[in-house]
C-alpha cells in the first residue's frame, strides 16, 4: 500500500498507542534522583499527547469542544512538557520553564479565539508544535557536540519541527480547504514524522538521561575514592548485613595493623576488630533505626589485640540494590587516656589535699600532745629535784621516756611515709631472718608492754627467712606490735606467729584486747582513711602507722588483711612473695 494511501485516522489512532506505551515505559524506568524531575515532566508530556490523539481519533464523532479544543489544547501541554523535559537535562533551569508554559498557555488560549475554521486550527496548532520542537531540536543540536546521540535525536525534533511549519504556511494559506484528517502529500508526511518521534524521542531521551546518570555516578565515584582514600580518618566500605569488607583506606590499615587483603572478604567481627558480634549487631540496630549514626564512642581492637578507642559514625547506602555501610572513624585513644589521666590527676589531688590536712592535723595536734606532759614534768623534776625521792625522780623519768618515744615514734612514722610518697625511700629487698628481727621489735616496746603487764608470744622456726627490705619490715612488725600493745588491757597478750606456705612467708600479730568494729575496718583499709584511736590507757593514734605498713605491704607485692571481733581480739596478717623475681 502506498504510505501516502494510509488512513490517517488509523496513524492518529496510532500516535495515541505510541504515546501511551511510551508513557507507559518512562513510567517503568527508574532514573536517578538528579534527574528524576525531568523524565517525569517527559512522562507527563508523552501521557497528555496520548490522550490528546485519543480525543482528535474522534473527531466528528464527539463534540468539538472534546476532539478539537480540548485535545488540542492537551496536544500543545503535551509538546510543552516534552520540551521542558529536553531543557531541564542536565540542568534544570526554572525560568525557562516559565517562559515554556507561558507559551504553552499563550498557545491555547490564542488557539481557543482565533482557530474558527478547521483550516485555521491545523495551521496554528502546527505552528505551536513547531515552535515546541525547535526548541527541543535546538537545545539537542548545542549539546550535539558532547554526543552523537544529542545531535541525532536534536534532528529528529528539528526536522519534526520543519515539517510541521511547511504544515502550517500551507494550510494558513488554504483554511478553508483543510481539516484534521484530510489526505494530502504535507498532512501525511507530518503525521508519519510525529509517529516516529513518538518512539525515537523516547528512546533518545531514555539513552541521554542514562548518560549523564552514569556520568555523573563516575564522577561521584572519583570523589568518593578522593574522599575515601584521602580523608584522614579511618574509612570502611562493608556490607550492612554480612559486615564483610569491601574496602578500607590507609588510616584505617594503619589504625588497625590489617592490611587491605588480609581485611578483603572477611568481616570484623570474624577479625575480632568489633570483638563479639552482638556488640556489632547492638550498633548496628542504632544505624538501621535512623540510617546512620554519628560520634558514637565504642572500643575496638587491632591486630595485636590492644583496645583503641573510637568515635565511629556510619551511613547507609544502596549501591545496585545492595546495602552497604559506609563508616568513619577517628582514634581518640590517647584522647581518653588523657581524659582518664586528667580524672586521675584529680582524684589524686583530692587526696594529697586530704593527705596534707591529716598531716597538718597530727602535727598540730597528735605530735604537739605528747609534748605536754614531757614539759610539765621536766619542769616539776628541775624545780622538785633536791627534795624529790629516788623513787619519785625515777617515776618522773620513766613518764618523761615514755612520752618520748610516743613523740619519736609519731615522728619516725610521718618522716618514713613522706619520703614513701615522694619515692625517695630506698627499696632493698634481701633475705632476712625473720625471728631476729621480731626479737629486736619487740625489745624496743618492751617497756611499754610492761607498763600494761601485757606478755610476748612468738611463734617463729628459726629457719623462716623473708624476701624483704630490712628497714620496711622491721617498721611494719614495729606499728604492728605497738597497735596491739595500744589496744590490750592490762594482762593480756600479744602474739607473734610465722609461717612459710606456697612460695611466700606469712606474718600474723594476735592481740586479746578490745577488737575493731566492721565499719573501722573498712576505713582502715581505704587508701585515703586516717583513722584517729584511744588506746586501753588513752593513748592517741593517728592511723598513720597502719597506713605506712598497708604501703610497705603494697611494695613488697604482698598482702594486708584484718580479722576481729568487738571485745575479743584483732589479727592482722601480712604476707610477703619469696621469689624475688615476683617484687618490682
Given at each position: 500500500m502506498d504510505v501516502l494511501q494510509l488512513d490517517l485516522r488509523t496513524i492518529v489512532f496510532l500516535l495515541f498507542a505510541g504515546n501511551i506505551t511510551s508513557a507507559v515505559v518512562l513510567f517503568a524506568y527508574k532514573a536517578s534522583e538528579l534527574h528524576g524531575r525531568a523524565y517525569k515532566t517527559f512522562m507527563h508530556?508523552?501521557?497528555?499527547?496520548?490522550?490528546?490523539?485519543?480525543?482528535?481519533?474522534?473527531?466528528?464523532?464527539?463534540?468539538?469542544?472534546?476532539s478539537v479544543y480540548l485535545g488540542n489544547s492537551l496536544l500543545i501541554f503535551g509538546f510543552c512538557f516534552e520540551a521542558l523535559a529536553i531543557n531541564a537535562v542536565p540542568n534544570y533551569r526554572e525560568n525557562r520553564e516559565k517562559v515554556l508554559i507561558g507559551i504553552a498557555v499563550t498557545s491555547v488560549v490564542g488557539f481557543d479565539i482565533f482557530a474558527n475554521t478547521p483550516g485555521l486550527r491545523v495551521s496554528i496548532a502546527s505552528l505551536i508544535t513547531c515552535i515546541f520542537f525547535f526548541i527541543a531540536g535546538l537545545k539537542l543540536l548545542y549539546r550535539g557536540k558532547e554526543s552523537a546521540l544529542h545531535a541525532t535525536i536534536g534532528i529528529l525534533y528539528f526536522g519534526n519541527g520543519l515539517i510541521h511549519f511547511i504544515r502550517s504556511a500551507t494550510y494558513f494559506l488554504a483554511p478553508e480547504s483543510i481539516t484534521l484528517l484530510s489526505p494530502g502529500l504535507v498532512q501525511t508526511l507530518s503525521f508519519l514524522a510525529a509517529y516516529i518521534l513518538v518512539f525515537t524521542s523516547t528512546i533518545g531521551f531514555l539513552l541521554i538521561i542514562k548518560k549523564y546518570d552514569d556520568e555523573v555516578l563516575r564522577t561521584s565515584e572519583i570523589k568518593f575514592s578522593k574522599v575515601f582514600h584521602l580523608s584522614p580518618s579511618a574509612v570502611a566500605l562493608t556490607e550492612f548485613e554480612s559486615g564483610k569488607v569491601v574496602e578500607v583506606n590507609r588510616v584505617f590499615e594503619e589504625i588497625t595493623g590489617f592490611t587491605s587483603p588480609e581485611l578483603e572478604g572477611k568481616s570484623f567481627v570474624e577479625l575480632g576488630i568489633w570483638g563479639s558480634a552482638e556488640g556489632r549487631a547492638n550498633v548496628m540496630k542504632k544505624v538501621a533505626l535512623n540510617g546512620s549514626i554519628?560520634?558514637?564512642?565504642?572500643?575496638?581492637?587491632?591486630?595485636?589485640?590492644?583496645?583503641?578507642?573510637?568515635?565511629?559514625?556510619?551511613?547507609?547506602?544502596?549501591?545496585?540494590?545492595?546495602?552497604?555501610?559506609?563508616?568513619?572513624?577517628?582514634?581518640?585513644?590517647?584522647?581518653?587516656?588523657?581524659?582518664?589521666?586528667?580524672?586521675?590527676?584529680a582524684r589524686d589531688l583530692q587526696a594529697a589535699n586530704r593527705t596534707k590536712d591529716t598531716l597538718f592535723?597530727?602535727?598540730?595536734?597528735?605530735?604537739?600532745?605528747?609534748?605536754?606532759?614531757?614539759?610539765?614534768?621536766?619542769?616539776?623534776?628541775?624545780?622538785?629535784?633536791?627534795?624529790?625521792?629516788?623513787?619519785?625522780?625515777?617515776?618522773?623519768?620513766?613518764?618523761?621516756?615514755?612520752?618520748?618515744?610516743?613523740v619519736y615514734d609519731l615522728l619516725q612514722n610521718l618522716l618514713e611515709w613522706s619520703r614513701m610518697q615522694k619515692g625517695q625511700m630506698k627499696f632493698a629487698p634481701n633475705d632476712i631472718h625473720l625471728l631476729t628481727v621480731v626479737e629486736q621489735v619487740l625489745s624496743v616496746l618492751n617497756q611499754n608492754a610492761l607498763e600494761k603487764t601485757i606478755q610476748f608470744i612468738t611463734s617463729i622456726e628459726k629457719d623462716i627467712y623473708v624476701y624483704a627490705d630490712e628497714?620496711?619490715?622491721?617498721?611494719?612488725?614495729?606499728?604492728?606490735?605497738?597497735?596491739?600493745?595500744?589496744?590490750?588491757?592490762?594482762?593480756?597478750?600479744?602474739?607473734?606467729?610465722?609461717?612459710?606456705?606456697?612460695?611466700?612467708?606469712?606474718?600474723?600479730?594476735?592481740?586479746?584486747?578490745?577488737?575493731?568494729?566492721?565499719?573501722?575496718?573498712?576505713?582502715?583499709?581505704?587508701?585515703?582513711?586516717?583513722?584517729?584511736?584511744?588506746?586501753?590507757?588513752?593513748?592517741?593514734?593517728?592511723?598513720?602507722?597502719?597506713?605506712?605498713?598497708?604501703?610497705?605491704?603494697?611494695?613488697?607485692?604482698?598482702?594486708?588483711?584484718?580479722?576481729?571481733?568487738?571485745?575479743?581480739?584483732?589479727q592482722i596478717t601480712v604476707t610477703f612473695p619469696n621469689i624475688p623475681g615476683s617484687i618490682i
Open positions: 508530556g508523552k501521557l497528555l499527547q496520548g490522550i490528546a490523539w485519543l480525543l482528535l481519533s474522534f473527531r466528528g464523532g464527539i463534540p468539538d469542544l472534546l554519628t560520634n558514637f564512642e565504642y572500643p575496638f581492637y587491632n591486630k595485636a589485640g590492644e583496645t583503641v578507642i573510637g568515635l565511629f559514625s556510619a551511613v547507609i547506602i544502596e549501591v545496585n540494590g545492595k546495602k552497604l555501610l559506609v563508616s568513619v572513624t577517628n582514634d581518640i585513644t590517647e584522647r581518653y587516656k588523657d581524659a582518664e589521666r586528667a580524672a586521675q590527676n592535723s597530727i602535727i598540730s595536734h597528735d605530735l604537739r600532745g605528747p609534748f605536754h606532759p614531757i614539759l610539765n614534768l621536766s619542769e616539776m623534776l628541775n624545780a622538785n629535784l633536791t627534795t624529790l625521792q629516788p623513787d619519785e625522780i625515777k617515776m618522773f623519768a620513766a613518764s618523761i621516756y615514755s612520752n618520748s618515744q610516743k628497714h620496711m619490715l622491721r617498721s611494719i612488725l614495729h606499728n604492728l606490735v605497738n597497735n596491739a600493745i595500744k589496744f590490750t588491757g592490762e594482762n593480756g597478750q600479744v602474739i607473734i606467729n610465722a609461717s612459710v606456705s606456697e612460695g611466700q612467708t606469712i606474718v600474723s600479730v594476735t592481740d586479746t584486747g578490745v577488737g575493731i568494729s566492721p565499719e573501722h575496718i573498712q576505713k582502715i583499709l581505704s587508701p585515703d582513711e586516717f583513722i584517729t584511736t584511744i588506746g586501753t590507757f588513752n593513748e592517741k593514734g593517728t592511723g598513720l602507722g597502719l597506713m605506712l605498713c598497708k604501703d610497705f605491704i603494697t611494695k613488697h607485692q604482698g598482702t594486708f588483711t584484718i580479722n576481729s571481733e568487738e571485745g575479743k581480739g584483732t
